[in-house]
């Protein structure tokens, strides 16, 4: 048996150097399903000969695809509600979430005014306030 050729259960054979059949033709991803985003196999770069650009559909796509939604995120939070995330934690996450290391330029705004505390100790200072996740802002 050739090399580049592998069984499948119902013993057919596959050409691995060849695309699957219907895949070109299938969208990359359907309709979310209880939460659940159902998509077709990524492949990977050595199908790339067999792909025109703009079809292709690899692991590496996806990574940049993610990464690139995490950076819109960010700023399309900071147009919707001004300052934008102010909260250096909740910035961690969100690279995490995507995959992405942070820049190390990356700087997250002051508190917003209307966040800070209104009530001031004895010295003048704000009295920090506690957020609705249990954190402490000032």
């Known amino acids: 048996m050739n090399d580049h050729l592998f069984q499948a259960k119902s013993q057919r054979t596959y050409d691995k150097s060849r695309l699957p059949p219907g895949w070109l033709d299938r ?9 659940i985003v159902p998509s077709k196999v990524p492949l990977g770069e050595a199908y790339n000969d067999c792909i025109v650009p703009g079809k292709r559909y690899s692991f590496r796509q996806i990574i940049h695809q993610k990464r690139v ?9 900071s147009e919707a509600r001004p300052p934008g995330i102010y909260k250096p934690d909740y ?5 995490a979430f995507y995959h992405e290391r942070k820049p190390d330029m990356v700087t997250c705004p002051p508190t917003p005014e209307w ?9 003048g200072e704000a009295i920090p306030d506690e957020d609705d996740d249990g954190e402490t802002t000032f």
């Open 27 to 35: 969208p990359t991803y359907g309709q979310e399903i209880g939460g």
């Open 69 to 77: 939604l995490g950076r819109k995120a960010i700023g399309i939070f």
């Open 91 to 95: 910035i961690d996450v969100l690279y």
């Open 115 to 123: 966040k800070r505390s209104s009530e001031f100790d004895l010295n």
